[in-house]
């Protein structure tokens, strides 16, 4: 249980998975836009230096897409974006390593390359990223307030039952009040009260079974 809940009885976060996820997502934004711009630049944007020109391209190239990478600032986590162009650092440490295992004649071009290419976006990530945590978390000190299992339990209780119609009283069906009926009526049936209908209805009726009685008799 340690693993997953401290002492306090708060949920342990993966920040360290995430900000591993945010440098590979960083990493790849900054590839992703060198691809897209590093044509129109060159077209556009030339210097009579080459020197000159390839840091201007490198800088346009690292501001946009320092800025795509910032738009993680509208996660929950507001640490993704600060911890994500750190590990931005140890990447980039991590490839000057391998570098430096290279054979002599190689290793200075590929410690040039990777400096040249990984060293602004990381400069310019952290030199961007830290302040802008550092001023929201002066501002809204309510966003990094981490809740105990139990409050979070709670909370997704009272969401559940908000999100479910509140159930409608069943209200008990009218009885009617069942006709009071006489020993009369329960033995021989409601023809033996006066309030019940004749059998026949007029005159016309009674004459008819007087005949057909006396045809009978005949």
């Known amino acids: 249980m340690s693993f997953f809940i401290d002492k306090h009885g708060r949920r342990k976060s993966p920040i360290a998975l995430a900000a591993c996820g945010a440098a590979l997502l960083d990493l790849a934004v900054y590839f992703c836009t060198a691809a897209l711009l590093a044509g129109p630049l060159y077209r556009t944007v030339s210097f009579d230096g080459e020197t000159v020109t390839s840091m201007l391209h490198t800088t346009i190239i690292t501001v946009i897409s320092t800025l795509l ?26 490839f000057c390593a391998a570098a430096w295992m290279l054979p002599q004649e190689t290793r200075g071009s590929m410690l040039r390359l990777f400096l040249t290419v990984g060293l602004p976006p990381v400069l310019l990530g952290n030199a961007v990223s830290w302040p802008i945590y550092r001023r929201l978390r002066k501002a ?6 981490r809740k105990t299992i139990s409050e979070e339990l709670k909370e997704a209780v009272e969401q559940e039952q908000k999100k479910k119609p509140a159930a409608k009283p069943v209200s008990d069906p009218v009885q009617t009040p069942e006709p009071d009926i006489s020993p009369t009526e329960a033995l021989f049936g409601p023809e033996s009260s006066g309030t019940a209908p004749s059998a026949f209805h007029n ?16």
């Open 140 to 145: 809204h000190p309510e966003y990094f307030v």
């Open 203 to 218: 005159a016309q009726d009674e004459a008819m079974l007087f005949y057909e009685d006396d045809d009978d008799e005949s």
């Open 69 to 94: 990478c910032c738009l993680l600032f509208l996660l929950k986590d507001k640490r993704v974006v600060p911890y994500g162009f750190a590990g931005l650092a140890v990447i980039l440490l991590m």
